[in-house]
């Protein structure tokens, strides 16, 4: 079944339900709405998928920017005291320094600015898909709405 179709039978399920007097709440069948739901998941598109995945692996770009960041500063100062002992030197050093670690900041922001990017494209794609899957449903509904009548 697909996605439409299984909306549709949940929502004919919920519309089964007996209602509570006094309330406006119904008795459904719990199982069989939670097996819908089940069928609902399995039947989601890859882009939200992939949209999940995108957003773990901007996650571990990140953290690894960030453990590269670190290691090129832990890097730096290391290189910081070998090189303290004669000013000529620890001139150059801290000058070197403080470039590697500018350029390592820009490569972490531009990595995690990419992988944003990335992400942000991804999920333009799979907001656009569910719009026109909405909206294929809403104009479903309402064919049906019109059949009833």
Not at 39 to 45: A, C, E, K, N, T
Request: charged share 40%; aromatic share 4%.
């Amino acid at each position: 079944m697909n996605l439409i179709s299984l909306l549709d039978v949940l929502e004919d399920e919920l519309e089964k339900g007996t209602n509570v007097p006094f309330a406006s709440k119904a008795l459904i069948d719990k199982e069989k709405c939670l097996d819908i739901i089940k069928d609902i998941r399995l039947s989601l598109p890859e882009e939200i998928k992939q949209a999940e995945w995108v957003k773990k692996e901007q996650h571990r770009i990140l953290m690894e920017a960030q453990k590269e960041a670190e290691a090129i500063t832990k890097e730096t100062e290391q290189r910081i005291k070998a090189l303290v002992e004669e000013s000529e030197i620890t001139k150059n050093a801290y000058q070197q320094s403080r470039e590697i670690v500018e350029t390592a900041q820009e490569n972490a922001k531009e990595i995690r600015l990419g992988a944003k990017e990335y992400a942000d494209a991804i999920l333009e794609e799979v907001e656009q898909y569910l719009a026109e899957q909405l909206e294929i449903m809403r104009s479903n509904r309402q064919e049906l709405n019109v059949k009833k009548r």
